[in-house]
């Protein structure tokens, strides 16, 4: 389990601990909030407002108050409650675009020493090349390498999410049915990741790198 915990520790400067610009952490928060939003709205339109079982109860409710509704009509009711779900899901998809574009910047113009590809070529020279702090770069370059196919994560889920929103106002997007799939998909694999970034951040605070998250809010000490 050690794989997935975050450390402290600078690979480059062993002693000192790690350093979170303010940009980087407004984006992480942000995502967080945002992603977890997202979730929320699949989770409701699969329960509370699912389609299929509230067209039931809609054409059950309004029969016992002496309304007569078709099958056709009960769905076309119970669909439109979850079109709303929907369409809350869909902005929360153009904040995340709009943060995953913030990101893709932020790496280009962030501090060298705290830009993601830095830490992964850093951990990897460290490890494989100077054969100094091993340890400490194995680690590193394990769980950066996990960030960094998340980043890839979300990129592909925001890109099919986007053709999904526009695919009524372009009709080859329609066309590609393979698009939602691989965007559901792509959604599980988040969930994992996200299952495997709390646990590692919990197994963390529970060891030497207790305080991460408070880094993560304060952006990091000096202390050693």
Do not use: P, W
């Given at each position: 389990m050690s794989i997935i915990e975050p450390v402290l520790k600078d690979v480059q400067h062993p002693k000192r601990n790690k350093k979170y610009s303010s940009p980087l952490r407004l984006w992480h928060w942000l995502s967080a909030a945002v992603i977890t939003g997202s979730l929320?709205?699949?989770l409701i339109d699969s329960t509370i407002t699912n389609g299929r079982s509230n067209a039931g109860i809609i054409q059950n409710e309004l029969s016992n108050d002496k309304v007569s509704?078709?099958?056709?009509?009960?769905?076309?009711?119970?669909?439109?409650?979850s079109d709303k779900v929907w369409t809350i899901h869909t902005y929360f998809g153009y904040v995340l675009?709009?943060?995953?574009?913030?990101?893709?910047?932020?790496?280009?113009?962030?501090?060298a020493d705290q830009k993601l590809i830095r830490k992964i070529k850093s951990a990897y020279h460290?490890?494989?090349?100077?054969?100094?702090?091993?340890?400490?770069?194995?680690?590193?370059?394990?769980?950066?390498?996990?960030?960094?196919?998340?980043?890839?994560?979300?990129?592909?889920?925001?890109i099919t999410g986007l053709c999904l929103a526009f695919e009524d106002d372009v009709p080859a997007l329609k066309a590609i049915h393979a698009i939602r799939e691989i965007h559901s998909f792509c959604m599980y694999l988040?969930?994992?990741?996200?299952?495997?970034?709390?646990?590692?951040?919990?197994l963390a605070e529970r060891k030497e790198?207790?305080?991460?998250?408070?880094?993560?809010?304060?952006?990091?000490?000096?202390a050693e």
């Open positions: 929320l709205t699949v509704v078709t099958a056709d009509q009960a769905r076309h009711a119970a669909h439109e409650i675009a709009a943060l995953l574009l913030f990101r893709l910047v932020l790496e280009i113009f962030q501090l460290h490890y494989c090349i100077i054969k100094q702090n091993r340890q400490l770069a194995r680690h590193e370059l394990m769980v950066k390498s996990i960030y960094a196919v998340f980043y890839c994560l979300l990129i592909i889920q925001v988040i969930i994992a990741f996200i299952i495997v970034h709390l646990a590692g951040v919990f790198s207790k305080g991460i998250v408070s880094d993560m809010i304060n952006g990091g000490s000096d």
